[in-house]
Every structure is written in C-alpha cells, then in structure tokens.
C-alpha cells in the first residue's frame, strides 16, 4: 500500500521558513521522481517543486525559485522541501506527489499524499 505522509506544515510570518517533509512507503522510492505541488483557496493545484531519481535533476516553478529547494534522502524514503522568505501568496494546503508519467504533469495514476497546510501571515 503506497503512503506519502507530509509533515512540517504550520503559520509563519512573512519572511519566515518553514521545511515540508514528505515520508513515503509502498513503492520503490529511489526508482521515482518526486514533487510538492500546491492548491490555494479558489486555485487550482500548482506544481511548486519537482526532483528526478537519477541523475537528481530539479525543477520550480517561477514564483519559487530561489526561495525553495526540494531535496530527498534515499535511504530514508523521504523528500523535503525546504521553503525561506515565505510570503502570503505562499499559503496553500501542500501536497507531496510521486508521479507514475511524467514528472512535471499531473498523470492519471499519481500517488498524493493528504497535504499539509503552510500558512504566512503579512
């Protein structure tokens, strides 16, 4: 059974940090590439970060790069994705996503996780 469980979600002031863990199991980890997404009140789900297998090539979204570095550690079935300089545009429930296509798409049988709510206050 797959399980993608997300953690390190809370309320930070603008300007502040916050580090998303994503714990997975049920799959063979390495073999995937992983990636945050992200949904706001009244928006659609936003693909926020993106990391390979091999070679650990990343991807972020415009509105994130530089702020935000996605991360994994194999041996612990584990990404991360480390957010600084958060700003209120960045509040949004946080979703972790192991995707069975391609990995910068939302694919018909994509593993998610329950998400986790990331809130910045001005």
């Known amino acids: 059974q797959v399980q993608l469980v997300e953690s390190g979600g809370g309320l930070v002031q603008s300007g502040g940090s916050l580090k998303l863990s994503c714990a997975a199991s049920g799959f063979i980890f390495r073999n995937s590439a992983m990636r945050w997404y992200r949904q706001a009140p009244g928006k659609e789900r936003e693909l926020v970060a993106a990391?390979?297998?091999?070679?650990?090539?990343?991807y972020y979204a415009n509105s994130v790069k530089g702020r935000f570095t996605i991360f994994r550690d194999n041996s612990l079935n584990t990404v991360y994705l480390q957010m600084t300089s958060l700003e209120p545009e960045d509040t949004a429930v946080y979703y972790c996503?192991?995707?069975?296509?391609?990995?910068?798409?939302?694919?018909?049988?994509?593993?998610w996780g329950q998400g986790t709510q990331v809130t910045v206050s001005a």
């Open positions: 996503s192991a995707p069975r296509g391609s990995w910068i798409t939302i694919n018909k049988n994509d593993y």
């Open positions: 990391i390979s297998s091999i070679p650990e090539n990343t």
